[in-house]
């Protein structure tokens, strides 16, 4: 590695000399400076996004004196992947960054992707739990944003699934989920992960097309190879972005007039949120659902509508759905966490 480039790690002004570190730390810089707390944890894959994640951390700890934990989460699916974190941790060390190695114990096989997804995040939630850390960064970047927004709409999702993934998540009670870098190009995280570290993960499910989203990424080059631009499909969701706002605003209302909340228990006033539209009645359940079960994503519209269906219109008096009881009073719907036997 070349003196300029590992300098960029251990100079407190080297990475100036880099331009596209220099172009996205400073992005990086702008949407991080207001956030008062003094931990944060960093989501480590070993990917090109994530090492330049870390690298624009490091100079950040260092200009402002803040406290990073860097982490990475071996999801045992592959044989490899085991030595693939203790490659990583080594890689880390060299620039002198203590990479915490959080290993799952459960066997995945069915709906691995978002399975691996909710244990990854339970992992890192356990985590920050113990070290005392209310904000968890990850590298989600503006690629990121079009795959999921074509995901989601070869799923049929509605205004909220189709605008933007939001900068700040709420995850739990004290904990918040942060994408500073969802307006820099992959192509920038790529560059400055090859200058600094020379190397990186290379995760063959990236490739594997029985995953959806390794299919959206070759839908993306052939939509830009036929004159539909990253910038044309980023421009759709921005806009519709506006529209959810709106919408949210509404919905924020409606969920006060419809909803009372009573220790860990939730009650839908049944008068009042039958004269709400399908729509409302679908977004206010899926809150609701998200709250008690604890689910980074609500349960998907198609199962929501289900259960307005059978219980709101045609009176149904219980129902189970992700992790939750639902029951019906005749005046209320209540919903709490699913008892376990």
């Known amino acids: 590695m070349s003196k300029k480039n590992s300098s960029v790690l251990t100079n407190s002004s080297s990475y100036q000399e880099d331009k596209y570190f220099s172009k996205v730390y400073s992005h990086?810089?702008?949407?991080?400076k207001d956030i008062k707390a003094q931990k944060f944890l960093i989501a480590v894959s070993g990917g090109p996004d994530s090492l330049a994640l870390t690298a624009l951390?490091?100079?950040?700890?260092?200009?402002?004196?803040?406290?990073?934990?860097?982490?990475t989460v071996n999801h045992n699916i592959r044989k490899q992947s085991a030595n693939e974190a203790k490659t990583l941790k080594k890689l880390l060390n060299n620039y002198k960054l203590n990479l915490h190695i959080l290993n799952n114990k459960k066997k995945i096989t069915k709906n691995i992707q978002a399975n691996a997804r909710k244990i990854r995040y339970n992992l890192l939630k356990s985590f920050c739990l113990k070290k005392k850390i209310r904000l968890i960064i990850t590298a989600h970047h503006r690629e990121d944003q079009i795959e999921t927004f074509l995901i989601r709409l070869s799923r049929g999702s509605g205004v909220q699934g189709l605008s933007s993934m939001s900068q700040s998540v709420k995850l739990d009670k004290n904990l918040y989920l942060f994408r500073p870098l969802l307006d820099c190009k992959k192509d920038d995280l790529?560059?400055?992960?090859k200058n600094i570290f020379k190397k990186y993960i290379q995760d063959p499910s990236n490739n594997n097309k029985k995953y959806l989203r390794t299919n959206m990424r070759i839908l993306t080059k052939k939509m830009n190879a036929n004159g539909i631009s990253n910038d044309q499909i980023l421009n759709s969701i921005k806009n519709l972005s506006l529209s959810r706002d709106t919408i949210n605003i509404y919905l924020d209302n409606a969920y006060k007039k419809n909803v009372v909340k009573r220790n860990k228990i939730h009650l839908i006033k049944l008068n009042q949120f039958k004269k709400e539209s399908d729509e409302i009645k679908v977004k206010i359940l899926g809150l609701i659902f998200k709250k008690v079960s604890g689910l980074y994503y609500p349960p998907r519209g198609k199962k929501l509508n289900f259960v307005v269906e059978k219980m709101v219109k045609e009176g149904v008096k219980k129902l189970t759905l992700a992790g939750c009881l639902i029951k019906n009073s005749g005046t209320s719907l209540i919903i709490e966490k699913e008892p376990k036997n």
Do not use: N, P, V
């Not at 990086?28 to 991080?32: E, G, L, P, S, Y």
């Not at 951390?57 to 982490?71: H, L, M, P, V």
């Open 190 to 193: 790529i560059k400055i992960s």
């Open 28 to 32: 990086f810089k702008t949407h991080i």
């Open 57 to 71: 951390a490091k100079e950040y700890s260092r200009e402002f004196k803040k406290k990073f934990f860097f982490a």
